[in-house]
């Protein structure tokens, strides 16, 4: 195994031990909430391997995880559009670096400024780190009120529909969610594009 592939495996193996301590530890709370504010912020931690398990575990419990994780990425999206309406200028470059490219930063950007509400809503489904669209936010000084909503909103789908599959599949979440997330992506995505087309053209 080169090393490259076992950076991957070991990040894994963390994960899982964190989950299980965080499982039956009675900080489970404060750390989930925590641990949506990081990934929502700079750490790239996979929540659904945290929150699906933990759902699991506590399934009386489900709805206010969701909730938990819903705030505390909601915390962590305020400090994001607060960091790029004001400091962008000074360290802009350095955190976009961090997170993306210049080229990728400029494409959101100008995505903001066209479509705001719209494509905040929708990079809380694909595969675009959600850490660009907050500082695009501030530095473009985009609604802040707009910016928190469709972030909740995108951000509700996704822990509130985990809350539904742990629900519905019980202790085959996790299999589920594996099998079928680029599925789900695809679907969620076409759903966001259609409604904002739609919205569009109604106008």
Not at 161 to 177: E, H, K, S
Request: glycine residues 8%; charged residues 15%; contains cysteine.
């Amino acid at each position: 195994m080169t090393e490259d592939t076992e950076r991957p495996a070991r990040g894994l193996a963390r994960i899982k031990e964190l989950t299980l301590r965080l499982i039956h530890s009675k900080h489970a709370y404060w750390g989930l909430g925590l641990a949506s504010f990081l990934e929502s912020i700079i750490i790239p931690i996979p929540l659904e391997a945290v929150l699906i398990p933990l759902m699991q575990a506590r399934r009386n419990h489900i709805f206010l995880l969701s909730t938990i994780a819903l705030l505390g990425c909601l915390a962590g999206a305020t400090v994001g559009y607060l960091v790029g309406y004001f400091v962008f200028d000074a360290i802009g470059q350095q955190l976009v670096a961090m997170v993306s490219t210049p080229e990728q930063f400029e494409q959101v950007r100008m995505r903001m400024e066209q479509d705001g509400f719209w494509f905040i809503l929708s990079v809380g489904v694909i595969p675009i780190p959600f850490q660009i669209a907050m500082l695009a936010a501030g530095a473009t000084s985009y609604s802040f009120f707009l910016f928190m909503l469709a972030s909740a909103l995108s951000r509700a789908l996704r822990y509130y529909g985990l809350g539904l599959l742990v629900f519905i599949a019980g202790n085959q979440a996790q299999a589920i969610f594996e099998r079928h997330k680029v599925k789900a992506t695809i679907v969620l995505t076409a759903v966001v594009l259609v409604i904002w087309g739609s919205s569009v053209l109604g106008g």
